[in-house]
Structures are given as structure tokens and as C-alpha cells.
């Protein structure tokens, strides 16, 4: 005879499915946030996607069910957005491609981690809708700086692609993440008022973005650029026979005639450096007719190595040098570096100078000459924090960005990095020079639309008979995130207050 189930097994499959359909749904309403990423731009999907997913954080009636409501809400979010993680890892495959799932799986939850406990800590509030726009906020905040820092996917980045997006000029992407977690918790506080609201905040957004964008523009600079983008494959970029190949590619594209006033290659486009070349950099000024020529290169002093922008000009001086300093963890340096060296043989993926590069002393403006005026450069990952264009004294006419986005594959990740640099032009009422390797290449006005640009995946160079000029200093450029701590101190506030009780 068979043996009788125990009663409590139905009950338990039937507990395990809920609770599995419940996770898939948290990973979804997550998911559907990121609809708001490059190429997509979805916004419009993307914003009742954040509301569902406050309402899926919201819906736990316990603390711990709050915590894994919003560490699967956060994985999805973040896995969804951050797919291009796993592209370094193939670039050199039979070494690093089994980490690929790892880090994929890592980044996804370990970011989600901050999620987690902002739901779990908004449960214990009386006011848990506006606990957790609060306490999403400053997770946020604090997930752009613990660690070095790691701001990409921002929650106001929601807004990417559209009119709204010059919101950040007054207050911020941090800003703008608070207004809008606010703005999408409304309707969970009052179907009707609270929509409503929502709505003003939304349409005052938009109605303040398109009266910037039809504003007065500034005066151009009358300086020519040439853009060199070589398109060099990352896993063949080192290789000898081809670092000469890409060598004189950018070479050529730099010797057209007419010259320009500043010709730019991107980060590390140079495969030499110069202490043990020193011919190097006159190749590349004779290239240029003795014009000015920025340059992505490495640099050395010892047994130490720096990501490394150097402008050269006549016969070949280097007249200004800035080393970048902040640096991508587990990608241009390892934390323990020799450590880890030693006993796993890992190194950092993009350094080829021992394990990692040494960090810069911190951003610099470099002075180009009356013609191309003062310059902030920004080497790759540099240019997704908002805070390092308004860490120098003196105000430039322009930002340069140069990278090398074939470490983030050909999907989602370079033009994520596109959009995040073309924030640093709005918040800053600066225009924006970026030359990547592979692309995207193009140059981005003060109000952050794209005045030209290069196909991706392609070589070629772009040449401009001038810059786009410079608005007054924005409000964030002159107060940065002070909007924001105020409204998230107001509002930490109200929701400290326990409601009203309505009496019978």
C-alpha cells in the first residue's frame, strides 16, 4: 500500500509556490524600472514601473518580508540594468569568462542589498510611503559613495531622453532621484489627490525642461577639433602587430589636412609610452603640424603606472598632464591587489601596468591657450560622478571625456555612459567634447543635446570648426546637492510624525 501524505505537504507546496510567484514579481516590478535605460530611454514605462515596484516593497506586512520584498525589487533593477557587467569577462575568456555568472549574480543582489534594508527600516514607520522615499534616497546617495562609489542607475536617471531631464541643472540626478521616488509615491499615499499631484510635479518637470531648451544659446568658441575614434578591439588592442596598425591609424586620421587647432584620441589610444619612447610623442605632434594633440595614454615612474591624459605640441613637449584618480575597483586597480595577485593570479582587467594604477591627486583644469580656453578633462568612468566637474576652483569652458567603452560591450553599456556624461553637461551649463575607441564620439551642447557625433563601432574622425560655448553657472553648479539634503531632511521629518487618528 502507499503511504499517506503528510497533510502539511499540500499546504507547504502551496506556501512555496506564493512565495515563489511573489519573488518573480518583485523581480519584474523591478526589471521594469530599468525600461528607462540606454538605448531604450522608456520613461514613460519605466515611471509607472517605479510606482508598481513602491507598492511591491510596500505590500509586506512584516519587516523581513519588507527586506526580501525590496532585495528582490533592487536585484531585478539592478540585473536588469547592469547587463553589460559581464562583457569585460569575455574579452579575455578562457581567464576570466567562468566569473562572468558570479559577478553578473553579485552586482545584481549586492547592490539590491541597499534596497533591502531601506524597505526593511521604512516597515518600522508609521508613515512607511514616505519612510521609504526617504530612506530609497539616501540609500542611493550613500551607494554613490561607500566603496569608492558607484552612482551609474541612478533613480533620476529615470528621466534620461526626455524634457525632464533638465531638472538636474537646478537640482541634480541626486535632486532629481528624490523628486522622483516623491512624486511616484503619491499615488499609493491618495488614489485621487495623490495622482493628481503627481501629476503637477511631473508636467512642472517637463514644462521647466522645454522653456531651458528654448532659451538663448551661447556664443560658440571659434577653436577646430578632430574627434579620432580608431574602433580598436579590445582583445587585439595590446597585441604587438596591431598596436602598430592602430598606431598609425589614429596617425593618419590626425595628419588630414586642413589641421585642427586640438586633435583628441581617446583613453590609452597610445600603445606606447613615452619614458621608453620618447619618439613617440614628436610622431604624433609632427602629426598635427606641430597643433596641439590630447592624448589617452599610460604613464610610469617606476614601478608605478597612471591612466594618463598628456597634450604634446610643436616637436613633441608635453605641455599639461592629468592623471586620473578615480579609479574602477577590480578594473584599474584590485583592493589587495598583490594579494589576490599572488594567490588567485587575478590582476586588474584594464591596467597593464602591474596589477592596478595609481590614483591621480584629484581633477584638474588645464589651461589650453586662448583659443581652446580652460579645460576639465574626465578620463571614462570619471564622468558618471556629478561631483567632480564642481571639485575645482576654477570654472573651465568646457568638459573633455575620453574612453574606452569597448569594455562595456556593444548592447547597453556605452550608451548608458554616453547618457550619464551628457548629464554632467546639463547640471554644469557646460558643452561636452567625448572620444571614445569605439564610440559613442560626439559633442554635446550646454543644455546637453548632441550637436554631432560619429557612427559607433566604426573608425573615423569628426572634425568641428568650433565648441559650443558656456551658460552661466547653473544652480547645482553653484550649491550642488544642497537641494537635495534639505528636501530629505524636510521630508525625514514628516515621516517621523505618526498620522492623525480619526475619531468615531
Given at each position: 500500500?502507499?503511504?499517506?501524505?503528510?497533510?502539511?505537504?499540500?499546504?507547504?507546496?502551496?506556501?512555496i509556490?506564493?512565495r515563489?510567484?511573489?519573488?518573480?514579481?518583485?523581480?519584474?516590478?523591478?526589471?521594469?524600472?530599468?525600461?528607462?535605460?540606454?538605448?531604450?530611454?522608456?520613461?514613460?514605462?519605466?515611471?509607472?514601473?517605479?510606482?508598481?515596484?513602491?507598492w511591491?516593497?510596500?505590500?509586506?506586512a512584516?519587516?523581513?518580508?519588507?527586506?526580501?520584498?525590496?532585495?528582490?525589487?533592487g536585484?531585478?533593477?539592478?540585473?536588469?540594468?547592469?547587463?553589460?557587467?559581464?562583457?569585460?569577462?569575455?574579452?579575455?575568456?578562457?581567464?576570466?569568462g567562468?566569473?562572468?555568472?558570479?559577478?553578473?549574480?553579485?552586482?545584481?543582489?549586492?547592490?539590491?542589498?541597499?534596497?533591502?534594508?531601506?524597505?526593511?527600516?521604512?516597515?518600522?514607520?508609521?508613515?512607511?510611503?514616505?519612510?521609504?522615499?526617504?530612506?530609497?534616497?539616501?540609500?542611493?546617495?550613500?551607494?554613490?559613495?561607500?566603496?569608492?562609489?558607484?552612482?551609474?542607475?541612478?533613480?533620476?536617471?529615470?528621466?534620461?531622453?526626455?524634457?525632464a531631464?533638465?531638472?538636474?541643472?537646478?537640482?541634480?540626478?541626486?535632486?532629481?532621484?528624490?523628486?522622483?521616488?516623491?512624486?511616484?509615491?503619491?499615488?499609493?499615499?491618495?488614489?485621487?489627490?495623490?495622482?493628481?499631484a503627481?501629476?503637477?510635479?511631473?508636467?512642472?518637470?517637463?514644462?521647466?525642461?522645454?522653456?531651458?531648451?528654448?532659451?538663448?544659446?551661447?556664443?560658440?568658441?571659434?577653436?577646430?577639433?578632430?574627434?579620432?575614434?580608431?574602433?580598436?578591439?579590445?582583445?587585439?588592442?595590446?597585441?604587438?602587430?596591431?598596436?602598430?596598425?592602430?598606431?598609425?591609424?589614429?596617425?593618419?586620421?590626425?595628419?588630414?589636412?586642413?589641421?585642427?587647432?586640438?586633435?583628441?584620441?581617446?583613453?590609452?589610444?597610445?600603445?606606447?609610452?613615452?619614458?621608453?619612447?620618447?619618439?613617440v610623442?614628436?610622431?604624433?605632434?609632427?602629426?598635427?603640424?606641430g597643433?596641439?594633440?590630447?592624448?589617452?595614454?599610460?604613464?610610469?615612474?617606476?614601478?608605478r603606472?597612471?591612466?594618463?591624459?598628456?597634450?604634446?605640441?610643436?616637436?613633441?613637449?608635453?605641455?599639461?598632464?592629468?592623471?586620473?584618480?578615480?579609479l574602477?575597483?577590480?578594473?584599474?586597480?584590485?583592493?589587495?591587489?598583490?594579494?589576490?595577485?599572488?594567490?588567485?593570479?587575478?590582476?586588474?582587467?584594464?591596467?597593464?601596468?602591474?596589477n592596478?594604477?595609481?590614483?591621480?591627486?584629484?581633477?584638474?583644469?588645464?589651461?589650453?591657450?586662448?583659443?581652446?580656453g580652460?579645460?576639465?578633462?574626465?578620463?571614462?568612468?570619471?564622468?558618471?560622478?556629478?561631483?567632480?566637474?564642481?571639485?575645482?576652483?576654477?570654472?573651465?569652458?568646457?568638459?573633455?571625456?575620453?574612453?574606452?567603452?569597448?569594455?562595456?560591450?556593444?548592447?547597453?553599456?556605452?550608451?548608458?555612459?554616453?547618457?550619464?556624461a551628457?548629464?554632467?553637461?546639463?547640471?554644469?551649463?557646460?558643452?561636452?567634447?567625448?572620444?571614445?575607441?569605439?564610440?559613442?564620439?560626439?559633442?554635446?551642447?550646454?543644455?546637453?543635446?548632441?550637436?554631432?557625433?560619429?557612427?559607433?563601432?566604426?573608425?573615423?574622425?569628426?572634425d568641428?570648426?568650433?565648441?559650443?560655448?558656456?551658460?552661466?553657472?547653473?544652480?547645482?553648479?553653484?550649491?550642488?546637492?544642497?537641494?537635495?539634503?534639505?528636501?530629505?531632511?524636510?521630508?525625514?521629518?514628516?515621516?517621523?510624525?505618526?498620522?492623525?487618528?480619526?475619531?468615531?
Amino acid at each position: 500500500m502507499r503511504a499517506a501524505r503528510h497533510p502539511l505537504n499540500p499546504r507547504l507546496r502551496a506556501l512555496i509556490r506564493v512565495r515563489w510567484r511573489a519573488v518573480g514579481l518583485d523581480v519584474v516590478a523591478g526589471a521594469s524600472v530599468a525600461l528607462a535605460q540606454a538605448p531604450l530611454l522608456a520613461w514613460y514605462l519605466a515611471f509607472p514601473g517605479l510606482i508598481w515596484a513602491l507598492w511591491r516593497m510596500l505590500r509586506p506586512a512584516t519587516t523581513a518580508g519588507a527586506w526580501w520584498a525590496g532585495w528582490c525589487v533592487g536585484a531585478g533593477y539592478f540585473g536588469a540594468y547592469l547587463t553589460w557587467i559581464v562583457s569585460p569577462f569575455f574579452i579575455d575568456p578562457w581567464i576570466y569568462g567562468w566569473m562572468a555568472p558570479f559577478a553578473f549574480v553579485l552586482m545584481a543582489f549586492g547592490l539590491g542589498l541597499f534596497w533591502a534594508a531601506a524597505a526593511a527600516l521604512a516597515s518600522r514607520f508609521a508613515n512607511r510611503i514616505l519612510a521609504l522615499v526617504v530612506l530609497l534616497s539616501a540609500a542611493e546617495l550613500l551607494r554613490g559613495h561607500v566603496l569608492t562609489g558607484f552612482p551609474w542607475a541612478q533613480l533620476g536617471h529615470l528621466w534620461l531622453g526626455s524634457w525632464a531631464e533638465q531638472m538636474v541643472a537646478l537640482i541634480g540626478a541626486t535632486g532629481l532621484t528624490v523628486v522622483t521616488l516623491l512624486a511616484a509615491s503619491l499615488p499609493l499615499a491618495h488614489r485621487v489627490w495623490g495622482s493628481g499631484a503627481m501629476a503637477v510635479l511631473v508636467l512642472c518637470g517637463f514644462g521647466f525642461g522645454q522653456q531651458r531648451l528654448t532659451g538663448p544659446d551661447p556664443a560658440p568658441r571659434a577653436a577646430s577639433l578632430r574627434l579620432v575614434q580608431p574602433n580598436a578591439e579590445q582583445h587585439l588592442k595590446w597585441d604587438p602587430d596591431e598596436a602598430r596598425i592602430l598606431f598609425e591609424r589614429q596617425l593618419n586620421m590626425t595628419a588630414r589636412t586642413p589641421r585642427a587647432d586640438l586633435t583628441i584620441w581617446p583613453e590609452t589610444a597610445v600603445p606606447y609610452l613615452f619614458e621608453y619612447s620618447p619618439e613617440v610623442a614628436g610622431m604624433i605632434a609632427s602629426a598635427a603640424g606641430g597643433n596641439k594633440v590630447a592624448i589617452g595614454i599610460q604613464r610610469v615612474e617606476g614601478n608605478r603606472g597612471w591612466n594618463s591624459l598628456r597634450v604634446v605640441e610643436n616637436t613633441g613637449d608635453v605641455i599639461a598632464t592629468y592623471d586620473k584618480f578615480h579609479l574602477v575597483p577590480f578594473g584599474e586597480y584590485m583592493p589587495m591587489g598583490d594579494l589576490i595577485q599572488d594567490w588567485f593570479g587575478i590582476g586588474a582587467f584594464a591596467a597593464q601596468v602591474g596589477n592596478g594604477y595609481s590614483a591621480g591627486t584629484g581633477p584638474m583644469v588645464l589651461n589650453l591657450g586662448p583659443t581652446l580656453g580652460m579645460v576639465l578633462p574626465l578620463i571614462c568612468y570619471e564622468a558618471v560622478f556629478p561631483d567632480i566637474p564642481r571639485g575645482v576652483a576654477t570654472r573651465p569652458d568646457w568638459l573633455l571625456q575620453i574612453t574606452n567603452d569597448a569594455w562595456f560591450g556593444t548592447l547597453t553599456g556605452p550608451f548608458q555612459h554616453f547618457q550619464q556624461a551628457r548629464l554632467r553637461a546639463i547640471e554644469m551649463g557646460l558643452p561636452l567634447v567625448r572620444v571614445a575607441n569605439t564610440g559613442l564620439t560626439g559633442v554635446i551642447d550646454a543644455k546637453g543635446r548632441l550637436v554631432a557625433r560619429l557612427p559607433f563601432g566604426e573608425a573615423g574622425a569628426l572634425d568641428l570648426a568650433e565648441i559650443p560655448g558656456a551658460l552661466p553657472p547653473t544652480p547645482f553648479a553653484r550649491f550642488g546637492d544642497s537641494f537635495a539634503f534639505a528636501l530629505l531632511a524636510c521630508l525625514g521629518l514628516l515621516a517621523l510624525l505618526r498620522p492623525r487618528r480619526r475619531h468615531a
